[in-house]
């Protein structure tokens, strides 16, 4: 329930920021902002599926392999070098975490958190 509330939030601050920049900037630029807001609530949704299958091996390869998806889209799809670096760093993490499974180990606690945080990065690269 929570994080349906989450996910319904964060849609909707997407669009909202969406709108206003689309307002505020050329329509290029207003792409270019929609992309990245895209990404950005696509990598939330992907680590928030991720965190709740961690302890499933073959639940969290799939996991991951959506998330590899999402960010190597991602990098077709933005300009921004800035952003390309943050998900390029992102990806790293993620090969990483897919090593493990395949390795027959659990992904460290803290590998959620770091997936987090690069999300996090992104989307500061997203609006510098």
Do not use: W, Y
């Not at 928030?48 to 961690?54: D, E, F």
């Not at 390869?61 to 952003?83: E, F, G, M, P, Y």
Request: aromatic share 2%; with cysteine.
């Amino acid at each position: 329930m929570f994080r349906a509330h989450r996910a319904v939030r964060t849609s909707v601050a997407a669009v909202a920021i969406a709108a206003a920049l689309f307002t505020a900037t050329s329509c290029s630029e207003a792409q270019k902002a929609i992309d990245c807001i895209e990404l950005g609530t696509q990598l939330a949704n992907d680590i928030s599926n991720l965190q709740g299958v961690i302890n499933d091996p073959q639940a969290a390869s799939r996991s991951l392999d959506n998330l590899s998806n999402t960010l190597n889209k991602a990098t077709d799809d933005i300009d921004s070098q800035d952003v390309k670096d943050a998900v390029g760093e992102m990806i790293t993490k993620v090969d990483s975490m897919q090593q493990q499974i395949r390795d027959g180990e659990v992904p460290a606690a803290d590998s959620i958190s770091l997936l987090r945080s690069s999300a996090e990065t992104i989307a500061k690269a997203c609006t510098s």
